[in-house]
């Protein structure tokens, strides 16, 4: 041990200490207000006790002549003894002693005194260069004054005041002098006393402070009165916030605290900003914004606690956390926000879903970061579905299990709020519910809570979903079907700049849309493989190429088989231009529906194609509207001719006739005599009209234009290219009326048929001087096989079902032998074989003059015709 | 003191016995997924166990598995723990297994060629330093294989025949199996040639060989029959051959052997003009996962595309739409063929392309 050399004191210099104490001890020149209204509170809570019914009131009084500030209380005052004991020892208040005292007796009074430094005098000095204290105690006739001017010389007057209490006047030096000021002294009052349970004046004004505080009360008439006074006590003190829900505390054991929470409408900027609450001790504010009292967890929470058993520091400004009574506290007050979460969940769920709305960044935070938190409210906190909000604990009875994984629930979620308009539809098409998981944390609290009920709960990302549940992959067949619409999809994609996309054909619910983008997924394994480092340069080469692409991310677009649109794609030639837009509008549609997709490069795209179509449907509208005036013209025209036609069947007789264009020469008649016989006997019954035979006009141009005009089919002899023939067979070809036209020509003739009648087929016999039976016989085997015809005009002319016609061949060559008078009378009476049925008979006999058993005859051979 | 023990550690290595051994066997029934599922089971036991060889072992076969499902990112993603930077598997063989896995997957790709060739020369000189080079054959193969893909025929018989005698000289009989790759690789390599003779006396020389695996060798030795038959133009033969290697390949799910069948199949049916059974074929082929190699989207698209030409020419000579299709896919092909060109820094795979292309185009 070392040698002793000297033992001294310590020297003081005891003004400077004040000075010191005073202008460092406090952080904030006001604090004496606090300090001075504390002290006068006290000593009327100590008068209290000995005149229960006295009204205690404390007064603040500013001269701005005078350049004070007076305090002034009906407390109990002092004597000399007391002036001594509390005013005159620094460090000693004098009421610490006092507490600990009514505390041993176990009197209520201990936890309403609130000083016990004995520096509260001092903080006076930090603004006063004079402090005089002048006082009546109860009980005693002799008021005393004390004046002090910052120094450790302080003198003791008698003095004259007349009422039981203190005054206490500060002479403000000229630094504070802007604290003169009413305004000023009642929100200082406030800020400090608010809660001081007497009324306190400034110049007559007031009371200035809160007299009644809820969290103070006993007793409550109606729970309704409780809450509305809460309500109003904190609407009133926070105008700058709107409170979701109030949260009144009431802890009585084994330490007592008052006071009120509230959820706050702010938004709370990050998970780690913390719940802030206004501390006071036994009514006296210690701390504003103070953020360590309050749960790590319960960030969206503010409020007002006053707690006795919490221990301020000396200067008074802040409590001491290493204590019990602080963890107790914070402890509780963390129960009875979750306790209060979980009533709201339970009974007042609008409420509950409004702090969902609010604070769902910081519920589903505070839940991911702290496990008590995540434990008791996990299953309450609410998320958005296609079902509407809702809460984990209800979701897991929404969804079927799953066989394939072990029966478990599945919780299916989605990652972007983008893709919700397609997931939503892909799960009401399932009836399954599906939780919109985009915002923060949404994925990390899902993770938890299946990880924390990984038992009975599946996860299920349907970002990156393959899920035969939902997409259904094509049979073999049908996967054949549209397999080349996969290929062509995808290189259409790729020729417009679009090189990520895969396309493949699934079978999923709704039908009505075409297609859907899903990412590919990326596996975890994957995932950490980008991070490894490798040993060989060489495999770290290999791997950054392999992996470039994965890291491109590139997508799935499903294109949907039980979808219309796709079906006929598939179906058609897509080559065309529609074909291609109708491609890219399948993509443009899938990526609009899932738009997290949407690059700068897909809107351009989307755009460009917009633009394309819209300049297609003007040119479309246009081609549209022309195509309708050409309609409508040839709808016009086409009745024209119809009419045309209508009247020129009118015009025509009721019999087929066919007009025969030939030259006039003789040596046409067999070729016309064997047509006759062909036609104007069974099974035709047509009339086979020469010019020559019937004359309409006497000019000859009409008279032929007549003739076309009645006819219902042609027979042209083109062997010669007679010039008239030829003519008249133009005239009949160009107005292409579909009557049928016959071309004859004989094997005989010399002259080449013109070329615009090649394309016509014309018909060939062997000669014009060929006898008129072979005539017949072959010309007949030209148009007849088996006796049926085999010309389609032929065809169309008896499927015309027209009378027949009563020509001199047919009467010529029946059964029973009519003369020819006979006959031209007929012919002359009768055009059709219906007419001459339908005559009456003995007018036949008589008009002709054969004998009524021929007519009979003949009637009857024509009606079995 | 006495020893002791570790009866928990003992059960555990028994347990990953078992594992491995079921592993094990689905490999060489080819039952490749199920091993793979097994492999990664064991793996689970050997991290138990703690053994860092036990555990490379896993990875290393587990990886090599996915790589022939034709799964070669995940493959890769499997083999990348053993070559980390503190990967602490000492097991010569097992890092020689994942170089050669690096060299196969990055040529199957296929990566650049420069980086090929780094990581091959990596494996060279890994057994030179290790000293063994008794297994540099399986890295020859792959040599030859390079080769083939560049267009360098002659040279990559020249490699084909150094491997094969390479093996026979120094090889353990314990990777015996390797066996069927040398010859695999000699008959095509001969068949690329145009050198029917060389291709037969090495199919002889094969079926003589004594082998562990007959599945593998069965599609392989088929598959090569096929190629031999229509090199010279016997096309039932190669139909019949391709039919059985088919047959075979689809009772495993080795992915490399499958598609090499189905090309030969496919190739005979179109030149003998089956068009339906050629279009079985192809969809069997088109459902492969081919989007990771380019050599098989390339053959996939050349074969539709001489489909859809064949189809053109029997059917509907006076449509156009056949002979569109087959331009389409055939410029598809080219474009495979222009990347693989790229990568492997040669010009030989365009040309089939471009030939069939031409050829439509004057049409």
């Given at each position: 041990m070392s040698k002793l050399i000297e033992t001294f004191k310590m020297e003081t210099n005891f003004e400077g200490l004040i000075k010191l104490l005073a202008d460092h001890l406090y952080s904030e020149p006001d604090v004496f207000i606090r300090e001075l209204i504390q002290n006068a509170h006290d000593a009327i809570q100590m008068r209290l006790e000995l005149e229960p019914d006295l009204a205690g009131h404390i007064d603040v009084n500013v001269d701005k002549r005078k350049k004070t500030i007076t305090f002034c209380d009906n407390g109990i005052g002092m004597d000399k003894k007391d002036i001594k004991e509390f005013l005159s020892v620094i460090g000693e208040s004098g009421k610490s002693s006092l507490i600990n005292e009514f505390k041993t007796k176990g009197q209520e009074i201990a936890l309403k005194l609130i000083g016990q430094f004995g520096i509260g005098i001092l903080s006076a000095f930090v603004v006063a260069k004079k402090v005089i204290v002048r006082t009546l105690k109860a009980g005693i006739d002799k008021a005393f004054a004390w004046h002090n001017e910052g120094s450790l010389e302080c003198d003791l007057f008698e003095d004259n005041l007349n009422h039981v209490g203190a005054e206490v006047t500060i002479e403000v030096n000229k630094d504070f002098e802007f604290m003169l000021e009413d305004e000023r002294i009642i929100k200082l009052v406030q800020k400090y006393c608010d809660f001081i349970p007497f009324v306190i004046k400034v110049n007559g004004k007031g009371p200035v402070n809160e007299l009644d505080v809820p969290f103070y009360r006993n007793h409550w008439n109606s729970n309704q009165e409780k809450e509305s006074k809460y309500d109003l006590f904190v609407y009133r003190r926070f105008q700058d916030d709107i409170p979701l829900d109030v949260i009144p505390v009431e802890i009585d054991e084994p330490i007592k605290a008052r006071g009120v929470l509230y959820i706050s409408h702010?938004?709370?900027?990050?998970?780690?900003?913390a719940g802030q609450l206004e501390i006071f001790i036994k009514r006296v504010f210690i701390k504003a914004n103070d953020s360590t009292l309050l749960p790590e967890w319960a960030n969206f929470v503010r409020g007002v606690i006053d707690c006795p058993h919490l221990i301020p520091t000396a200067a008074r400004d802040n409590v001491k956390r290493e204590h019990s009574s602080f963890d107790y506290l914070k402890d509780k007050l963390g129960e009875i926000i979750v306790q209060r979460l979980m009533y709201l969940a339970e009974n007042q769920r609008e409420v509950f879903s409004k702090i969902n709305f609010y604070h769902n960044y910081s519920l589903k935070g505070m839940a991911c970061l702290y496990d008590d938190f995540f434990e008791k409210v996990g299953g309450l906190i609410l998320f958005k579905t296609n079902k509407g909000k809702m809460q984990l604990r209800d979701y897991l009875t929404k969804n079927e299990p799953r066989l394939e994984y072990g029966k478990k629930i599945p919780i299916y979620y989605f990652s972007q709020s983008t893709s919700t308009s397609q997931f939503y539809a892909l799960a009401n098409a399932k009836n399954w519910v599906v939780i919109e998981a985009s915002q923060i944390f949404d994925i990390s609290f899902l993770k938890k809570y299946e990880e924390a009920n990984s038992a009975i709960v599946i996860l299920i990302n349907l970002d990156t979903t393959d899920d035969p549940a939902i997409f259904e992959k094509l049979d073999e067949e049908r996967t054949g079907q549209f397999h080349q619409l996969e290929i062509d999809l995808e290189g259409h994609l790729k020729r417009i700049g679009v090189n990520n996309v895969l396309v493949r054909t699934r079978d999923f619910a709704p039908s009505d849309i075409p297609a859907i983008i899903i990412e590919e997924k990326v596996s975890e394994k994957m995932r950490k493989f980008i991070e490894q480092e490798y040993i060989w340069e060489s495999i770290e080469n290999i791997t950054d190429e392999a992996l470039g692409e994965e890291l491109k991310h590139p997508f799935y677009l499903n294109l949907n088989a039980s979808n219309r649109l796709i079906q006929e794609l598939a179906k058609?030639?897509?080559?065309d231009e529609l074909s291609r837009q109708i491609l890219t509008g399948i993509y443009n549609c899938a990526m609009i529906y899932a738009h997290n997709f949407l690059t700068r490069h897909n809107t351009k795209v989307i755009h460009d194609q917009f633009v394309k179509l819209f300049n297609k449907l003007l040119v479309s509208q246009e081609e549209f509207k022309e195509n309708q005036r050409k309609l409508e013209q040839a709808r016009r025209e086409l009745l024209e001719i119809q009419k045309k036609d209508v009247q020129l069947e009118a015009q025509r007789p009721d019999h087929i006739l066919i007009f025969m264009i030939t030259p006039f020469d003789d040596k046409y008649k067999n070729l016309e005599e064997a047509l006759r016989l062909i036609f104007e006997c069974p099974p035709y019954y047509f009339e086979l009209r020469l010019a020559r035979d019937y004359h309409h006009s006497t000019n000859l141009l009409s008279d032929i234009k007549i003739h076309m005009t009645q006819a219902h089919a042609f027979i042209a002899e083109i062997s010669e290219l007679n010039a008239n023939v030829m003519f008249e067979l133009g005239a009949v070809l160009l107005p292409d009326d579909h009557r049928p036209v016959f071309c004859l020509r004989s094997q005989d003739a010399l002259k080449n048929v013109p070329a615009d009648l090649k394309e016509k087929l014309y018909i060939d016999y062997t000669s014009l001087s060929d006898s008129f039976d072979n005539l017949a016989a072959e010309l007949r085997s030209k148009f007849e096989r088996d006796g049926r015809p085999i010309h389609k005009g032929l065809k169309d002319l008896l499927s015309q079902q027209k009378q027949r016609y009563l020509s001199r061949k047919l009467l010529e060559n029946l059964g029973v032998r009519v003369d020819n008078k006979s006959i031209e009378t007929l012919r002359s009476n009768y055009k059709t074989i219906e007419e001459l049925l339908k005559a009456d008979k003995l007018d036949v006999i008589q008009q002709t003059g054969l004998k009524d058993y021929l007519v009979e005859a003949m009637i009857g051979e024509l009606k079995t015709a | 003191m006495p020893y002791l023990l570790d009866w928990g550690k003992i059960k555990l290595i028994e347990q990953f016995e078992q594992l491995r051994y079921a592993a094990g066997e689905y490999y060489q029934n080819r039952k490749l997924q199920q091993a793979a599922e097994y492999f990664e089971k064991a793996l689970e036991q050997a991290e138990k166990i703690g053994d860092v060889n036990l555990i490379g072992h896993c990875q290393s076969s587990l990886g090599n598995c996915l790589m022939q499902l034709g799964q070669l990112k995940q493959a890769l993603a499997a083999l990348a723990p053993i070559v980390k930077k503190d990967t602490k598997v000492n097991d010569p063989y097992i890092l020689y297994q994942v170089l050669i896995r690096y060299v196969e997957i990055a040529q199957q790709i296929p990566l650049s060629l420069d980086k090929i060739e780094k990581v091959y020369n990596q494996a060279e000189e890994f057994l030179k330093d290790s000293g063994?080079?008794?297994?540099?054959h399986e890295l020859l193969v792959f040599r030859s294989r390079l080769y083939m893909f560049r267009g360098m025929h002659p040279e990559a018989l020249q490699i084909a025949q150094e491997a094969w005698i390479s093996k026979r000289l120094g090889a353990d009989s314990h990777y015996g199996q390797v066996a069927d790759y040398h010859f695999d690789g000699l008959v095509s390599t001969s068949i690329a040639l145009q050198d029917a003779n060389m291709a037969s006396e090495y199919l002889t020389q094969w079926e003589l060989e004594d082998d562990v695996m007959p599945m593998n060798r069965i599609i392989r030795f088929s598959k090569c029959q096929s190629e031999l038959a229509y090199l010279e133009n016997r096309l039932d033969d190669s139909i019949r051959w391709g039919r059985q290697s088919m047959h075979f390949s689809e009772q495993t799910d080795y992915e490399e052997t499958k598609i090499a069948s189905y090309i030969s199949l496919i190739r005979a049916y179109l030149k003998n003009q089956q068009i339906e059974q050629a279009c079985d074929v192809i969809l069997r082929f088109s459902k492969m996962r081919h989007s990771e190699r380019r050599y098989l989207r390339y053959n996939l698209l050349l074969l539709l595309g001489d489909y859809h030409s064949l189809r053109g020419q029997l059917y509907s000579k006076n449509d156009q739409i056949e002979p569109d299709k087959a331009l389409s896919a055939y410029r598809l092909a080219k474009k495979s063929a222009n990347y693989i060109d790229n990568k492997l820094n040669c010009s030989v795979w365009n040309k089939e392309a471009e030939k069939r292309i031409e050829y439509l185009e004057r049409q």
């Amino acid at each position: 041990m070392s040698k002793l050399i000297e033992t001294f004191k310590m020297e003081t210099n005891f003004e400077g200490l004040i000075k010191l104490l005073a202008d460092h001890l406090y952080s904030e020149p006001d604090v004496f207000i606090r300090e001075l209204i504390q002290n006068a509170h006290d000593a009327i809570q100590m008068r209290l006790e000995l005149e229960p019914d006295l009204a205690g009131h404390i007064d603040v009084n500013v001269d701005k002549r005078k350049k004070t500030i007076t305090f002034c209380d009906n407390g109990i005052g002092m004597d000399k003894k007391d002036i001594k004991e509390f005013l005159s020892v620094i460090g000693e208040s004098g009421k610490s002693s006092l507490i600990n005292e009514f505390k041993t007796k176990g009197q209520e009074i201990a936890l309403k005194l609130i000083g016990q430094f004995g520096i509260g005098i001092l903080s006076a000095f930090v603004v006063a260069k004079k402090v005089i204290v002048r006082t009546l105690k109860a009980g005693i006739d002799k008021a005393f004054a004390w004046h002090n001017e910052g120094s450790l010389e302080c003198d003791l007057f008698e003095d004259n005041l007349n009422h039981v209490g203190a005054e206490v006047t500060i002479e403000v030096n000229k630094d504070f002098e802007f604290m003169l000021e009413d305004e000023r002294i009642i929100k200082l009052v406030q800020k400090y006393c608010d809660f001081i349970p007497f009324v306190i004046k400034v110049n007559g004004k007031g009371p200035v402070n809160e007299l009644d505080v809820p969290f103070y009360r006993n007793h409550w008439n109606s729970n309704q009165e409780k809450e509305s006074k809460y309500d109003l006590f904190v609407y009133r003190r926070f105008q700058d916030d709107i409170p979701l829900d109030v949260i009144p505390v009431e802890i009585d054991e084994p330490i007592k605290a008052r006071g009120v929470l509230y959820i706050s409408h702010r938004n709370i900027p990050g998970i780690y900003t913390a719940g802030q609450l206004e501390i006071f001790i036994k009514r006296v504010f210690i701390k504003a914004n103070d953020s360590t009292l309050l749960p790590e967890w319960a960030n969206f929470v503010r409020g007002v606690i006053d707690c006795p058993h919490l221990i301020p520091t000396a200067a008074r400004d802040n409590v001491k956390r290493e204590h019990s009574s602080f963890d107790y506290l914070k402890d509780k007050l963390g129960e009875i926000i979750v306790q209060r979460l979980m009533y709201l969940a339970e009974n007042q769920r609008e409420v509950f879903s409004k702090i969902n709305f609010y604070h769902n960044y910081s519920l589903k935070g505070m839940a991911c970061l702290y496990d008590d938190f995540f434990e008791k409210v996990g299953g309450l906190i609410l998320f958005k579905t296609n079902k509407g909000k809702m809460q984990l604990r209800d979701y897991l009875t929404k969804n079927e299990p799953r066989l394939e994984y072990g029966k478990k629930i599945p919780i299916y979620y989605f990652s972007q709020s983008t893709s919700t308009s397609q997931f939503y539809a892909l799960a009401n098409a399932k009836n399954w519910v599906v939780i919109e998981a985009s915002q923060i944390f949404d994925i990390s609290f899902l993770k938890k809570y299946e990880e924390a009920n990984s038992a009975i709960v599946i996860l299920i990302n349907l970002d990156t979903t393959d899920d035969p549940a939902i997409f259904e992959k094509l049979d073999e067949e049908r996967t054949g079907q549209f397999h080349q619409l996969e290929i062509d999809l995808e290189g259409h994609l790729k020729r417009i700049g679009v090189n990520n996309v895969l396309v493949r054909t699934r079978d999923f619910a709704p039908s009505d849309i075409p297609a859907i983008i899903i990412e590919e997924k990326v596996s975890e394994k994957m995932r950490k493989f980008i991070e490894q480092e490798y040993i060989w340069e060489s495999i770290e080469n290999i791997t950054d190429e392999a992996l470039g692409e994965e890291l491109k991310h590139p997508f799935y677009l499903n294109l949907n088989a039980s979808n219309r649109l796709i079906q006929e794609l598939a179906k058609r030639d897509r080559k065309d231009e529609l074909s291609r837009q109708i491609l890219t509008g399948i993509y443009n549609c899938a990526m609009i529906y899932a738009h997290n997709f949407l690059t700068r490069h897909n809107t351009k795209v989307i755009h460009d194609q917009f633009v394309k179509l819209f300049n297609k449907l003007l040119v479309s509208q246009e081609e549209f509207k022309e195509n309708q005036r050409k309609l409508e013209q040839a709808r016009r025209e086409l009745l024209e001719i119809q009419k045309k036609d209508v009247q020129l069947e009118a015009q025509r007789p009721d019999h087929i006739l066919i007009f025969m264009i030939t030259p006039f020469d003789d040596k046409y008649k067999n070729l016309e005599e064997a047509l006759r016989l062909i036609f104007e006997c069974p099974p035709y019954y047509f009339e086979l009209r020469l010019a020559r035979d019937y004359h309409h006009s006497t000019n000859l141009l009409s008279d032929i234009k007549i003739h076309m005009t009645q006819a219902h089919a042609f027979i042209a002899e083109i062997s010669e290219l007679n010039a008239n023939v030829m003519f008249e067979l133009g005239a009949v070809l160009l107005p292409d009326d579909h009557r049928p036209v016959f071309c004859l020509r004989s094997q005989d003739a010399l002259k080449n048929v013109p070329a615009d009648l090649k394309e016509k087929l014309y018909i060939d016999y062997t000669s014009l001087s060929d006898s008129f039976d072979n005539l017949a016989a072959e010309l007949r085997s030209k148009f007849e096989r088996d006796g049926r015809p085999i010309h389609k005009g032929l065809k169309d002319l008896l499927s015309q079902q027209k009378q027949r016609y009563l020509s001199r061949k047919l009467l010529e060559n029946l059964g029973v032998r009519v003369d020819n008078k006979s006959i031209e009378t007929l012919r002359s009476n009768y055009k059709t074989i219906e007419e001459l049925l339908k005559a009456d008979k003995l007018d036949v006999i008589q008009q002709t003059g054969l004998k009524d058993y021929l007519v009979e005859a003949m009637i009857g051979e024509l009606k079995t015709a | 003191m006495p020893y002791l023990l570790d009866w928990g550690k003992i059960k555990l290595i028994e347990q990953f016995e078992q594992l491995r051994y079921a592993a094990g066997e689905y490999y060489q029934n080819r039952k490749l997924q199920q091993a793979a599922e097994y492999f990664e089971k064991a793996l689970e036991q050997a991290e138990k166990i703690g053994d860092v060889n036990l555990i490379g072992h896993c990875q290393s076969s587990l990886g090599n598995c996915l790589m022939q499902l034709g799964q070669l990112k995940q493959a890769l993603a499997a083999l990348a723990p053993i070559v980390k930077k503190d990967t602490k598997v000492n097991d010569p063989y097992i890092l020689y297994q994942v170089l050669i896995r690096y060299v196969e997957i990055a040529q199957q790709i296929p990566l650049s060629l420069d980086k090929i060739e780094k990581v091959y020369n990596q494996a060279e000189e890994f057994l030179k330093d290790s000293g063994y080079s008794k297994w540099r054959h399986e890295l020859l193969v792959f040599r030859s294989r390079l080769y083939m893909f560049r267009g360098m025929h002659p040279e990559a018989l020249q490699i084909a025949q150094e491997a094969w005698i390479s093996k026979r000289l120094g090889a353990d009989s314990h990777y015996g199996q390797v066996a069927d790759y040398h010859f695999d690789g000699l008959v095509s390599t001969s068949i690329a040639l145009q050198d029917a003779n060389m291709a037969s006396e090495y199919l002889t020389q094969w079926e003589l060989e004594d082998d562990v695996m007959p599945m593998n060798r069965i599609i392989r030795f088929s598959k090569c029959q096929s190629e031999l038959a229509y090199l010279e133009n016997r096309l039932d033969d190669s139909i019949r051959w391709g039919r059985q290697s088919m047959h075979f390949s689809e009772q495993t799910d080795y992915e490399e052997t499958k598609i090499a069948s189905y090309i030969s199949l496919i190739r005979a049916y179109l030149k003998n003009q089956q068009i339906e059974q050629a279009c079985d074929v192809i969809l069997r082929f088109s459902k492969m996962r081919h989007s990771e190699r380019r050599y098989l989207r390339y053959n996939l698209l050349l074969l539709l595309g001489d489909y859809h030409s064949l189809r053109g020419q029997l059917y509907s000579k006076n449509d156009q739409i056949e002979p569109d299709k087959a331009l389409s896919a055939y410029r598809l092909a080219k474009k495979s063929a222009n990347y693989i060109d790229n990568k492997l820094n040669c010009s030989v795979w365009n040309k089939e392309a471009e030939k069939r292309i031409e050829y439509l185009e004057r049409q």
